[in-house]
């Protein structure tokens, strides 16, 4: 290191939600901080998913900051579900509002961090060459913002145009008469066909695993619904706070399914169902604890799927049969099943038939069909939760690097720190209840947790802090623990890895529910910061 290397109080990486709230955080608090992006501007996963229909699947009013009653009063969301040019521009209101982008480098990704014993101290080598160092690392790089590369062969040798919903093109492509395919039917390939379908020559979505989606209900805003919110936001933010997963519903899921007739069941299911969106999945209290519930609650999907599509043989192919309703994350839609009643979509069941390879034209199947495309959509999802900081080079104590760390699955102590990694800590990372939450109640929460202990570091006039490895250790054991109560390993699902080949497969989120972890969070820091180490 030379002496012309900028040091700064912490270091920030992403300026999407978590980055641009610990941004001002610690600007509040007098820290120099260098926050990085690789985007060129804020907003994270929400810049750079821009595919078509992209849309959040939790209301609006609760997908939003809470720390400024100014902004809550200021901004006006138009939907009750926020589509992503919505939620980007929000964002970037709320970057200006505070005077946050003149602090941002954008265009920059970092490569590599490295912890020097001796100084206490990281330092940062970015994209560009340069370097800094910094006390502190925060790494706000996101739960879903790094794309799993595609597992088909050949792809080179297509001479069409290639699409992938994780990075689309700023000017919106025009697929009028032309023979588009769609591969992925998760949340980006279910939004993303549905949006599309009536503007292509043809659209066949190859689907390999078919996922549950129930309909979003979307509808504008009414005043008297947005005052409802605008007027009681501290109760009701209190109140978001003390539900399971930070979201309030309409019917909060406190009756357990197995306390129901089978007429009862379907009555309050077909009421969720009608008001709309994820609330559905939580109908019951036990629907991913109670295989007998949660099969109640696969059927009645079932049975609106077959109701909708008219073709018995695509219905069919639709339908999921071999996971708990739940155990994948839940889809939400506006009118995905009805889009295959249309004369000009198709289905692929690339289960019962593989893609063998990709071709100059399109797509050759192991039976030996080739389906010809203009445009090929690559909707395969992400390398979820660990991808964005194994794609870093982190090497902290004795050079030992985070993906040995992670070999065998991600490891962190409360999702915010990792044994061995001084000073360095994770936003929403694997171990926290994360994304089976409300991500931005969760964001706030770990923010203000980091900066408030940053802030105690200083006043203790300490160097550093890390955990405990045998803190950490017992904390992932409970983490494994609680999701083995319940249904949701039943699945290969992005929240077990099993999507990324040679990934580790283990139940990264914690599956214990929002409040529970805060409390958990709550009692290990006032008591002393149990489970941690300063030096």
């Known amino acids: 290191m030379t002496d012309d290397v900028a040091q700064f109080d912490a270091l920030i990486v992403g300026a999407g939600f978590a980055g641009i709230y610990a941004l001002h955080r610690l600007r509040k608090m007098g820290l120099e901080v260098c926050t990085v992006e690789a985007g060129a501007d804020v907003g994270g996963t929400w810049y750079w998913n821009r595919y078509p229909g992209a849309r959040c699947d939790t209301e609006s009013m609760q997908y939003s900051y809470s720390f400024s009653e100014e ?53 940062a080598t970015f994209s560009d060459g340069r370097k800094v160092r910094a006390r502190y690392c925060i790494m706000a790089t996101g739960c879903l913002s790094v794309a799993k590369e595609p597992d088909i062969s050949g792809l080179e040798d297509y001479k069409g145009r290639l699409l992938k919903t994780s990075d689309w ?7 009028l008469d032309e023979r588009v395919g769609l591969i992925g039917t998760g949340s980006s390939g ?38 409802s919110w605008k007027s009681n936001y501290p109760e009701r ?37 009608q008001i709309g969106g994820i609330g559905f999945i939580y109908t019951f209290n036990d629907t991913t604890k109670d295989r007998e519930v949660n099969t109640a609650v696969a059927d009645f999907v079932r049975r609106k799927i077959r109701e909708t599509v008219e073709d018995p043989q695509t219905a069919e192919v639709l339908s999921p049969g071999d996971y708990p309703i739940g155990a994948k994350r839940i889809c939400v839609d506006t009118g995905y099943y009805e889009i295959f009643n249309r004369d000009n979509v198709d289905l692929v069941d690339i289960r019962a038939d593989p893609v063998e390879t990709a071709t100059a034209n399109g797509l050759k199947l192991k039976s030996g069909q080739e389906i010809e495309l203009d445009t090929m959509i690559l909707a395969t999802g992400y390398d979820a939760m660990t991808g964005a900081l194994n794609r870093i080079d982190i090497s902290g104590r004795e050079g030992r690097t985070l993906s040995q760390e992670w070999d065998a699955g991600p490891q962190t102590y409360l999702g915010l720190m990792v044994a061995g990694f001084p000073n360095m800590f994770l ?15 969760s964001i706030e929460e770990h923010v203000e947790w980091i900066t408030d202990t940053i802030g105690d570091l ?15 250790q017992d904390w992932m054991a409970e983490v494994d623990a609680v999701s083995r109560k319940s249904l949701m390993r039943e699945a290969a699902s992005w929240y077990m890895g099993a999507n990324v080949d040679g990934k580790a497969q283990v139940f990264m989120p914690y599956a214990g529910g929002s409040v529970t972890y805060a409390q958990i969070l709550d ?13």
């Not at 659209?203 to 805003?221: D, E, G």
């Not at 200083?458 to 950490?472: G, I, K």
């Open 237 to 273: 933010r209190a109140a978001l706070r003390q539900s399971r997963n930070y979201t309030l519903y309409n019917n909060p899921g406190m009756r357990s399914g197995q306390e129901l007739t089978e007429c009862q069941q379907k009555a309050l299911l077909e009421a969720e169902w």
């Open 71 to 123: 902004i809550q009063q200021e901004w006006e969301w138009t939907e009750l579900y926020a589509a992503q040019p919505e939620i980007l521009s929000y964002i970037k209101f709320v970057a200006d509002r505070l005077e946050l982008r003149q602090h941002i480098t954008f265009n920059t990704r970092v490569d590599a961090l490295n912890w020097d014993d001796d100084a206490s101290l990281w330092t």
């Open 458 to 472: 200083h006043d203790r006039n300490e160097s550093e802090l890390e955990p405990v490895r045998a803190a950490q």
């Open 523 to 535: 009692q290990r820091t006032s008591d002393g910061m149990q489970g941690f180490v300063y030096r």
């Open 169 to 175: 093109p700023a000017e919106e492509p025009d697929f």
């Open 190 to 227: 279910i939004q993303t066909s549905t949006t599309i379908a009536p503007g292509c020559g043809n659209l066949t979505v190859f689907q390999r695993t078919p996922n549950y989606s129930v309909p979003a209900n979307n509808r504008p805003m009414s005043a008297h619904y947005v005052e």
């Open 427 to 441: 936003v929403t990372g694997p171990g926290s209840p994360s994304v089976l939450s409300n991500m931005v109640p």
